[in-house]
């Protein structure tokens, strides 16, 4: 069966400081591959997605980067975190556009 | 995007009752639905889809019907239990389109 990892799962972090999210999946091959955030009471806002190794689409300009070095990896970066990246950030993936997304397990990330 | 919007932000039932989460929805051209519950803390957990060559579709506990006339979704959950209180979300995608659409969430509280 599939799984997907999310570490760390709690970080907090000073503004001005480096991040960097990672996600991977177990048990299916070239994934599409999701990351959202969630505000406290919010709904999901897509940030990334990725449809193949190295391929990245940004839904929203910010100030976060993403990257897929590896099929089953996907990582969330950041040079200078702000107070607004604050947020519980998830990872999901789909066998294919046409199928239902699963998500990880989140991080929750404080920028202080 | 279109949107996908939930008529009830918060919904309040006893143990043992039947819920009714409902969702609107406003792209005609969406033709695969999914419904997810999200505990405090976790992420998403998928519950059931349908597609829109089905108006109704049953799992353990759970109905899921679409009314693609009205553009209107919803979740029914029989013999409600306290474990069954989360936020839900419904999400809907267009025509294989990687990028999923989904509502704020309603939260479901259940009362011993």
């Known amino acids: 069966s599939q799984t997907i990892h999310q570490w760390p799962a709690t970080l907090v972090q000073p503004v001005g400081s480096p991040l960097s999210l990672e996600c991977t999946v177990e048990?299916?091959?070239?994934?599409?591959l999701y990351w959202y955030r969630q505000a406290a009471g919010r709904g999901l806002q897509l940030l990334f997605y990725?449809?193949?190794?190295?391929?990245i689409s940004s839904e929203v300009p910010q100030n976060l980067s993403a990257s897929r070095p590896q099929d089953r990896q996907f990582i969330l970066s950041s040079k200078k975190l702000l107070l607004s990246d604050s947020g519980f950030y998830l990872c999901?993936?789909?066998?294919?556009?046409?199928?239902?997304?699963?998500f990880g397990p989140g991080t929750r990330l404080l920028v202080l | 995007g279109e949107s996908v919007g939930l008529h009830l932000p918060t919904l309040s039932v006893q143990e043992g009752d039947n819920s009714i989460i409902n969702c609107a929805y406003s792209?005609?051209?969406?033709?695969?639905f999914i419904w997810y519950k999200q505990e405090s803390g976790k992420g998403p957990q998928f519950i059931i889809d349908?597609?829109?060559?089905?108006d109704k579709r049953q799992g353990q506990r759970v109905t899921v019907l679409l009314n693609k006339t009205v553009k209107h979704l919803s979740l029914q959950i029989a013999a409600t239990q306290p474990g069954d209180s989360a936020v839900y979300f419904c999400?809907?995608?267009?025509?294989?389109?990687?990028?999923?659409?989904f509502g704020r969430g309603t939260s479901l509280i259940v009362h011993p």
């Open positions: 999901a993936w789909e066998q294919g556009r046409e199928e239902t997304q699963y």
């Open positions: 048990g299916t091959s070239n994934p599409n």
């Open positions: 990725s449809v193949g190794i190295g391929q």
């Open positions: 792209n005609s051209a969406s033709d695969y």
């Open positions: 349908i597609r829109s060559n089905m």
């Open positions: 999400a809907e995608k267009a025509g294989g389109s990687y990028i999923p659409t």
